[in-house]
Nanobody, 122 residues
Framework: VQLQASGGGLVQAGASLRLSCAASGRTFSTYAIGWFRQPPGKEREFVAHISWSGGSTDYASSVKGRFTISRDNAKNTVYLQMNSLKPEDTAVYYC????????????????WGQGTLVTVSS
């Protein structure tokens, strides 16, 4: 599975962005997908993940209620809708894939996209 994240940009606090994670490969629909982010000067952290069917999702407490993860398996794409953005959401956002849903640990993900930069100004 090859992943490509896109949709980042520079926005003001309170704005919204939607990130996309486009995948190649006919088996995409069998993978759980996670979004992670790496703020400047900090380690990469879990943001959200979604099961292969889209029926299960979970979020980091810092984004719960503001971010929504979804997927369209017909389009081989996972989305991260980010609302009410804050300056502390500034980071490079990565999508990643693994066979089984449920892990919050980046080490357990097998495939990674290249990252897309989100910058939120105050």
């Amino acid at each position: 599975v090859q992943l490509q994240a896109s949709g980042g940009g520079l926005v003001q606090a309170g704005a919204s962005l939607r990130l996309s994670c486009a995948a190649s490969g006919r088996t995409f629909s069998t993978y759980a997908i996670g979004w992670f982010r790496q703020p400047p000067g900090k380690e990469r952290e879990f943001v959200a993940h979604i099961s292969w069917s889209g029926g299960s999702t979970d979020y980091a407490s810092s984004v719960k209620g503001r971010f929504t993860i979804s997927r369209d398996n017909a389009k081989n794409t996972v989305y991260l809708q980010m609302n009410s953005l804050k300056p502390e959401d500034t980071a490079v956002y990565y999508c990643a894939a693994r066979r089984h849903y449920g892990s919050y640990e980046e080490e357990s993900y097998d495939y990674w996209g290249q990252g897309t930069l989100v910058t939120v100004s105050s």
